[in-house]
C-alpha cells in the first residue's frame, strides 16, 4: 500500500475510501446484500492516478471482504473485476450476481 494513503471503510457512504493528507482521493463504491458485496463504482482523483491508490483500495476492500467472512464478491466494477483477474487469490471470494 501507499505509504502516505491509508485505506478504510466508510459503511455511512457505502465505500472504501483512500485518504492522503485529510483529503479523499479515491473510492470503491459498494452495495450490500444479505449474502454479498456488490462493487459497482472505483474511482480516483485524476492527479493521484497511476500512483496505486486504486490497487490499493481493491485489496483493501478484497482483504476485508475475506476478513468478515459473510459475503461474497460481485464485481460490477470493471476495475475490481480486472483487479481479481490479475491476483486470483481473490477469486475464492467471487459469487453469483442473481442472488442476494
Known amino acids: 500500500m501507499s505509504s502516505e494513503v491509508t485505506v478504510a471503510n466508510n459503511p455511512d457512504q457505502h ?3 483512500a485518504v492522503l493528507d485529510g483529503t479523499v482521493v479515491g473510492f470503491a463504491e459498494y452495495e450490500l446484500g444479505a449474502n454479498r458485496i456488490v462493487f459497482t463504482h472505483t474511482e480516483v482523483d485524476e492527479a493521484h492516478e497511476g500512483e496505486g491508490i486504486a490497487s ?3 485489496r483493501f476492500a478484497l482483504d476485508d471482504v475475506a476478513a468478515d467472512g459473510q459475503r461474497r464478491v460481485v464485481a460490477l466494477c470493471p476495475y ?3 483487479w481479481i483477474a490479475r491476483h486470483p487469490e ?3 471470494l467471487l459469487g453469483s450476481t442473481t442472488t442476494g
Open 15 to 17: 465505500r472504501y475510501e
Open 56 to 58: 490499493d483500495l481493491a
Open 80 to 82: 475490481i473485476k480486472a
Open 90 to 92: 481473490y477469486e475464492r
